[in-house]
């Protein structure tokens, strides 16, 4: 009887959840919630919730357990979460990212043609997502610079808006912030989960769908009636923003918002080759990034009151970053409250069991995902809800953590672009004039297909 009920409670809690995911509820409080009644529940049925700290009463540990996730993850991926927002924004303040964004759209300005333009502006899409993060920020960049060049070319709506869609995805970074929080909970270091797990799979597979693109915008153009070149629909192309400014401000300012990753990949293969102990860490190489950015700032505005007036704007990066923070939190509080009740272990003692659960895993993880991206239209929250689960699931169906973390990971972001809620689908969609069903049939195929890539290519390969 026992038993029941701990089935029914911790299925209530997960149908709970996805409700509210669906719903585009405020995550966080949602888990929080759900994970410290979970821990009451467990209380009043005889079992004990384990903290770091004593309390000397067993009712106070529940909120014990929250503080200790707080302490924890502060202490560890949440400060790197921190640091690395802040770097982007100081980048942002600064004008290092605009500059980026210019070097890297500009010369697509002289590509006539127009089916060739469409993987490689997917390809420089996503790795402009490694200086502009978010899905939907990208976007309205790419609308506001990139959209109105491609129309000149003579593309259409429909293409260049799912490439648009598309172009923030699976790019392997360790400045990515699920990324960071995913080698935390692998115990691995950030730079060693991407290079040698994340990016074995991801860049593969974004060249595979950077091919199906072409095809796909390809066949369907021909498909469509609608007319290719709206001369009323082409906004004026914005002139270079940094026209004005020397070369090597272009180079080094451009260098800059990619600095981290360049001293981590830097640092990775000299450790390789020379096989030497040292260690860059994340956090070491965005402060190292940090301090060169600043002193570039004070060679050339020559005004040190400014540029280190403008430092704020790293700080003020930090504190907006809390919410992802607390979204990690949030997920490990949800799944404590699950350990509690003892469902952890009763799933691992019935993976155990189960014959080919190691190859079944990823799958259902991936179809899972599927349904509650496409209905939410956020990936995100999903892969930190589920990042404390995947040591335990995998160490129960004998499988690496890595054969489940990269294909869930790369799965959720990649069909946020096959959702109609999605935010970065409806930008797109009230910019082109188009409906989200329409941008959707276009990122549908290449995105799939991409999932479907991946996933062969993870269980293969991990």
């Known amino acids: 009887m026992n038993s029941f009920v701990i089935i029914l409670l911790g299925g209530i809690s997960i149908v709970l959840l996805v409700y509210m995911i669906i719903k585009k509820m405020d995550i966080k409080i949602s888990l929080l919630t759900i994970g410290i009644l979970l821990m009451y529940v467990a209380l009043l049925l005889g ?3 384990t903290t770091l700290e004593p309390t000397g009463a067993s009712w106070l540990n529940p909120i014990q357990a929250l503080v200790d996730q707080f302490t924890t993850t502060l202490a560890g991926p949440g400060f790197v979460i921190l640091i690395l927002a802040g770097y982007s ?14 070097a ?42 990139l959209y109105p060049v491609l129309r000149a070319t003579g593309m259409s709506r429909l293409s260049a808006g799912a490439v648009i869609a598309t172009s923030a995805t699976i790019v392997p970074t360790p400045l990515g912030s699920d990324n960071v929080a995913m080698a935390a909970a692998l115990h691995l270091p950030v730079t060693e989960y991407v290079f040698k797990y994340h990016a074995l799979i991801s860049i593969p597979t974004l060249i595979f769908i950077a091919v199906v693109h072409y095809f796909w915008q390809k066949r369907q153009d021909k498909k469509t009636a609608l007319i290719v070149t709206e001369k009323e629909e082409i906004q004026e192309i914005p002139e270079d923003i940094h026209q004005n400014d020397s070369f090597g401000y272009r180079v080094i300012y451009g260098l800059l ?35 060169i950015a600043i002193v570039t700032e004070l060679i050339y505005k020559q005004n040190v009151n400014q540029v280190l007036k403008d430092t704020n704007g790293f700080f003020n990066g930090m504190g907006g970053a809390m919410g992802i923070v607390g979204l990690l939190v949030a997920a490990q509080t949800f799944v404590a409250g699950l350990a509690s009740l003892g469902i952890m272990e009763m799933v691992q003692k019935s993976m155990a069991s189960v014959h080919g659960s190691g190859l079944l895993l990823p799958i ?27 040591v335990p699931l995998t160490q129960a169906a004998g499988i690496q953590p890595e054969a489940l ?3 869930l990971q790369l799965a959720g972001n990649l069909f946020r672009a096959v959702s109609p809620v999605a935010a970065v689908i409806l930008i797109v969609a009230g910019t082109t004039k188009l409906e989200p069903m329409q941008i959707v049939k276009r990122t549908s195929v290449p995105m799939v297909a991409g999932v479907v890539f991946m996933l062969v290519l993870s269980l293969i390969v991990l």
């Not at 924004?89 to 210019?102: E, L, P, Q, R």
């Not at 918002?257 to 080759?273: D, K």
């Open 47 to 49: 079992k004990k919730v």
């Open 104 to 145: 890297l759209t500009k010369p697509l300005k002289h590509v006539k043609s127009v089916y060739i333009l469409v993987p490689i502006v997917f390809l420089i899409g996503n790795i402009l997502s490694l200086v502009v993060p978010s899905a939907s920020n990208l976007a309205i960049i790419l609308l506001a610079t």
């Open 89 to 102: 924004a100081y980048m942002s303040k600064i004008g290092a990212n605009a500059v980026t964004v210019n």
């Open 405 to 407: 973390s990269v294909p």
């Open 257 to 291: 918002p990619v600095m981290p990753i360049i001293l981590l990949i830097v640092a990775f293969f000299v450790n390789l080759s020379l096989k030497t102990p040292i260690q860059l860490t994340v956090q070491i190489v965005s402060i190292i990034s940090l301090f």
């Open 364 to 390: 259902i993880m991936v179809a899972f995902t599927a349904v509650i991206v496409l209905l939410s239209g956020s990936g995100v929250a999903l892969v930190f809800a589920m990042v404390p689960l995947v």
